[in-house]
């Protein structure tokens, strides 16, 4: 199984400022890497998907990067409604399809 | 645009058997492009994969639970549902229902890969 894991924890943004995640995977994924942004009380919901990709209506502010064992979502100018947990997903090795444990950004 | 539903009961006793329906709408589950995946939050934690199903019926479980996972499907009904048996309180959690796209090379299907959309979400409880 690979193990996907998540730095950091916690990220204290102020708004306007650019937030970096990173992900790491236990053994390679090639690009088969997608990121989720989950807000409370709603279902996460797809941010990027073969780790550079944006889905279907995502702001040019949120972008991934990385292939590998080393990935990173980048938001460029942090929004008020970009704070939440984000998760990362890897499709490569399966089953089973493996989550990270999350990044929480909040306000600073 | 495609909606999926999750429906069943709030509210399960340990050791017996949480069932859970997604239905699809504004698209067919018979579609050849998409597994259709359910996924699990215990509060205040992460997501676990639990398992995905083809329209044909073929599946894939969540080794860490497969002893446990039955998951099935039914055309005619656009849905697609959960069984997990022998649950514990372990097993609380909010159960999501999601699409899960096949990755495309040079036109040829591979593999199942990212979810989305997804369902609302259920909060299933385990407690006596």
């Known amino acids: 199984e690979i193990v996907m894991t998540q730095s950091p924890a916690t990220l204290s943004v102020s708004p306007g400022e650019r937030a970096t995640l990173s992900c790491r995977a236990s053994q390679s994924v090639s690009s088969y890497l997608a990121w989720y942004q989950q807000k409370p009380g709603q279902a996460p919901r797809l941010l990027i998907y073969d780790a550079s990709t944006r889905a279907t209506g995502i702001p040019a502010r949120f972008s991934g990067s990385g292939s590998g064992t080393e990935f990173t979502l980048t938001i460029s100018s942090l929004q008020s409604e970009d704070f939440a947990v984000y998760y990362c997903q890897q499709y490569n090795n399966w089953p089973p399809w493996t989550f990270g444990q999350g990044t929480k950004v909040e306000i600073k | 645009q495609l909606q999926l539903q999750g429906s069943g009961p709030g509210l399960v006793k340990p050791s017996e058997t949480l069932s859970l329906t997604c239905t699809v709408s504004g698209g067919s589950i018979s579609s050849s492009s998409y597994y259709w995946g359910w996924i699990r939050q215990p509060p205040g934690k992460g997501l676990e994969w639990i398992g995905s199903?083809?329209?044909?019926?073929?599946?894939y479980y969540n080794p860490s639970l497969k002893s446990r996972v039955t998951i099935s499907v039914d055309t005619s009904k656009n849905q697609f549902s959960l069984k997990l048996s022998s649950v514990t309180a372990a097993d609380t959690a909010v159960y999501y229902c999601?699409?899960?796209?096949?990755?495309?090379?040079?036109?040829?299907?591979?593999?199942?890969?990212?979810?989305?959309?997804w369902g609302q979400g259920t909060l299933v409880t385990v407690s006596s």
């Open positions: 999601a699409r899960q796209p096949h990755i495309t090379i040079f036109g040829v299907v591979t593999s199942p890969s990212w979810f989305d959309p």
């Open positions: 199903i083809y329209y044909s019926g073929n599946t």
